[in-house]
């Protein structure tokens, strides 16, 4: 029987960055911006201080709603707060143009690279990767795993019996995902009641198996989606692991 979800990995994963992966390589990009911006005398993006364990650990997480007794009792359906970099001020004309290389081709005297220095980025990062890459295919086959495993008969049999559960300790909600989404728990601060409403929802995913059931069903739908598009795929984790070792190059040690 499963019940926390955060160590699980479905068979799209190898196709997906994970979230600390997606992290290495936002923040590397944001490097090689900024050092492309210092060459046409601006200070843009600022230096950042990157997320510091924040946010989802994993993509299944939360993929069956919250899992984790120890954080129900603590934060509700809270996700940890991520600590990311500043946010950028808006760049000013000349700024814009050296960035994105909309609307001008020179900016100080110098040639502005094609799609400026976020183009200039994406480039290094993906230089020696493989070609013909659809950069959002493991992504929205993910999406479709998930919606189709939502229709899975056994799938929706333990969500009814995971209301039922809800409904013996005096909570109306259809399926897993709704509790977050209740009016009452949209507050800054997380009330006694939302604490209480999680380790309710995480004891009746435990009693009922919803996220092993779950899990089970949708990772064969993916897996039938791997086989139809391996080739493609090979190609998105080849460009992954060459955008990965490039990250890992820019960022210190």
Known sequence: MLLRSTGLR???D????????TTKVTEAHRVLVRRCMVRFGFDYPPVAEGETG???????????????????????YRLRAPAGPASAADPGPRERIALTGKGGSRVKGLAVPE???AG??????????????????????????????????????????WSRCMRANGLDYANPLDP?????????????AERDTAKTDVGCKKRTNLVGVWFTAEAAVQRSLIHRNHEALARVA??????????????PK
């Open 115 to 117: 799609g400026g220095c």
């Open 120 to 161: 200039e980025a994406g480039r290094r990062l993906r230089a020696g990767g493989p070609g013909d890459v659809d950069r959002g295919l493991a992504q929205s086959l993910s999406t479709e795993s998930y919606e189709r495993s939502v229709k899975n008969k056994d799938v929706q049999a333990v969500t009814r019996q």
């Open 238 to 251: 080849a460009m992954n692991r060459t955008e990965l070792t490039a990250a890992q190059a820019v960022l």
């Open 54 to 76: 924040g946010g989802l650990s994993s993509w299944t997480e939360r993929r069956y709603g919250i899992t984790d007794p120890a954080e129900a009792a603590v934060r509700g």
């Open 14 to 21: 190898a196709y997906l960055l994970s979230p600390g992966e």
């Open 180 to 192: 977050p989404k209740d009016p009452r728990f949209q507050g800054t601060a997380v009330s006694t």
């Open 10 to 12: 479905l068979p799209l």
